[in-house]
């Protein structure tokens, strides 16, 4: 049964994490191994180099609809974890998908099947153009905003204006399964339809993170003229995770 209200720093992380499953997301995209013991999250977050009221913000983001307060976060750590999870969804969850989902159909014989993974390459290509926009532009536009420096020509509200949400094809590629392929490995394809449930789900709450969370404490940054905590800098990487803009 989910524990009713938010966490905080006293909190032990093995309660959090059998609470709140879905935090193991949030704890790998902060470099946070298992492994922990009895620790609370204070003492777990400090064990890993972690921003303490960052990932906790993440997380109470996350599980309520209350309004996080973007004074509560290091910007630099949050741009760190915005650049983990966009390792994790192009590099590991969509490929990851891509391969069960050939498993789970037959492109060869079937044309439903051909145009489904013809929708789920483009799906794909359209989160690199929405991530690699966001490591190209946004992330180093942030990353001079936090050097002291305010570069010309460009501001936080152009990328609100046009953020979009990159999961709504992923939801339109879950009708076209569920209405038109007749499957008869019923297991694969429903394994491969739960993980698009799973992924639509978090891509949006990814989103949400930037909404509600990033964009308001970029708008505090630059109103402040540079004057806020950035923190330590970007947070390590989880190993495995490819470094850098794409």
Not at 24 to 32: A, E, V
Not at 71 to 85: D, E, K, W
Not at 130 to 137: N, R, T
Not at 179 to 191: K, V
């Amino acid at each position: 049964m989910y524990r009713i209200g938010r966490y905080n720093a006293d909190d032990r992380m093995c309660d959090l994490v059998c609470d709140r499953y879905p935090v193991l997301l949030i704890m790998s995209r902060f470099g946070i191994a298992l492994g922990f013991g009895d620790k609370t999250i204070g003492e777990v977050c400090r064990d890993s180099g972690v921003d303490t009221g960052t990932f906790l913000t993440v997380v109470n983001t996350h599980i309520d609809d209350e309004a996080p307060d973007p004074g509560t976060i290091s910007v630099g750590a949050l741009v760190g974890y915005l650049r983990n999870s966009h390792n994790y969804f192009l590099d590991f969850r969509l490929p990851g998908i891509r391969r069960k989902l050939i498993e789970a159909i037959d492109c060869s014989r079937n044309d439903v099947a051909f145009a489904i993974l013809r929708f789920f390459d483009e799906y794909v290509a359209e989160v690199h153009k929405h991530m690699d926009y966001e490591e190209q532009k946004v992330f180093p536009y942030v990353e001079a905003l936090l050097g002291g420096q305010r570069p010309e020509g460009y501001s936080i509200d152009v990328f609100r204006r046009h953020h979009d949400q990159v999961e709504t094809k992923l939801a339109e590629l879950k009708w076209i399964i569920i209405r038109y392929y007749p499957s008869g490995s019923t297991n694969e394809l429903n394994g491969v339809l739960f993980d698009i449930f799973t992924c639509e789900r978090d891509l949006a709450s990814h989103n949400d993170i930037e909404d509600r969370l990033f964009i308001p404490a970029i708008k505090r940054l630059e109103e402040a003229g540079a004057d806020v905590r950035s923190g330590d800098g970007p947070q390590k990487r989880p190993s495995g995770a490819k470094g850098g803009a794409r």
